[in-house]
């Protein structure tokens, strides 16, 4: 059962990420001996006593509302429930990590170590919460491993399932208030949302019979179609699991309140056809149960973990106003039409790829936000080295993939740029 322990283990998770991380990045290594910290802000040294130093304070703790809890299920298949035993809080925590340092560029050095790494790892999963948590057991002088000590990590971190890590992003008012509130000096921040976080009773007799409840649980989200395992529009999506059979079965994507029927449902495998209208990138998905209740709760339902699955964009392209730049360079313009469309806001970047046995050239040509959802857009491409190229685009961090031939290698797509 998730517990109390919840909040300060997803805590101590994320502070442990970046810890490891600090021991292996060659930028924040030679900054030397920088500390992370989870305390308030107000408590962290600073003036003349100043360090490099990673703070993540835990500012905000509101309720999350994707996915609707109601107990009345389980009492069916276990005593009643006394009136102090709520149904399981559904959290989203949100975090403000702050950079610190006493010397030219060591906050901004830190800051960008450590939105990267949080960047890269967008979704924590179960083995890398167990590992986290085993590391903080380990430390005796913690108040939080003798609170670890007295339960069992593994289950702690099945419960957890999975953190999603997501940036928030604030106005110059919205920072201004929080920082007033902290009641100390401003110093470069980021603020962090980390969900979905569990809290459940624990006030249940010992005398008391308890019939298991059979939730579902999803193990793995991958593709039907694609032998490299890459989810693109068109192809079915595969969750595996336990006990994802239920009365009525259905699949919520982004906490959205529409749900989606599945095509086929097996106890322990699902097959879902998606919908047209989502954008590349990352997506949550969860099984729900939902099962006819009384008059006064007609239906109610039963989620599982939240699982993520990335959604990747397929592209065809033409290439026109191909010019000489001089000294064998290239400009020219290359339209790429998508499929799914590209959201207004989401991030667009174009990846040239030499085709040659060095490795080549390689290049980045990001896209200016758009003023519309869009499946067709014109990147201009300059200074370029005259040659073939692979070519990709990423959406959110989603890679248009890239087909191989007989033998396993990379052959398409590629564009001639001569």
Known sequence: ??????????????????????????????????????????????????????????????????????????????????????????????????AYGAKDFQAELLLGYAMQLLHEMPVLLRDVIETS??????NTNSILSQALAAVSVSDLAEHIGQIKISPEFFNMEETSKLWSSLQTHYRPSAAYQASMVLIESCNVKSSTAVTPFSEPVIEQVTSGGSRDNIIVVGSPLIIRGKHLRGDITCIRLNGMEKSIEPSVVQEMQMSVSMPSNLYAGI????????????????????????????????????????????????????????????????????????????????????????????????????????????????????????????????????????
Request: charged share 20%.
């Open 283 to 418: 997506h949550g998905v969860q099984v729900i149960h939902l099962k006819i209740g009384t008059p006064a709760m007609p239906q109610c339902e039963v989620a599982s973990n939240l699982a993520t699955f990335v959604l990747h964009p397929t592209i065809d392209f033409t290439v026109a106003q191909v010019q000489d730049s001089g000294k064998d360079l290239r400009s020219a313009e290359i339209t790429v039409k998508f499929k799914p469309k590209v959201g207004k806001t989401q991030r667009v970047v174009l990846l040239l790829n030499e085709v040659a046995s060095d490795g080549g050239q390689a290049y980045r040509f990001p896209l200016s936000p758009r003023p519309e959802d869009t499946d067709s857009v014109t990147i201009p491409v300059k200074n370029i080295k005259a040659g073939t190229y692979f070519v990709r685009v990423q959406v959110d961090g989603a890679e248009s993939p890239l087909g191989k031939n007989q033998a396993g290698k990379y052959d398409s797509p590629q564009v001639k740029i001569l």
């Open 1 to 98: 059962m998730t517990n109390a322990l919840s909040i300060a283990a997803v805590t101590a998770v994320l502070k442990n990420l970046l810890e490891n991380g600090l021991v292996k990045d060659a930028i924040a290594t030679s900054l030397g001996d920088v500390v992370v910290s989870a305390l308030p802000p107000d408590r962290i040294s600073q003036g003349t006593d100043e360090r490099a130093q990673i703070n993540l304070f835990l500012y905000q703790v509101t309720q999350n509302r994707n996915v609707d809890w109601i107990s009345e299920e389980r009492n069916k298949l276990q005593q009643p429930r006394s009136r102090s035993q709520n149904p399981p809080l559904a959290l989203n925590l949100h975090y403000l990590l702050t």
């Open 133 to 138: 948590l085993k590391n903080a057991a380990i």
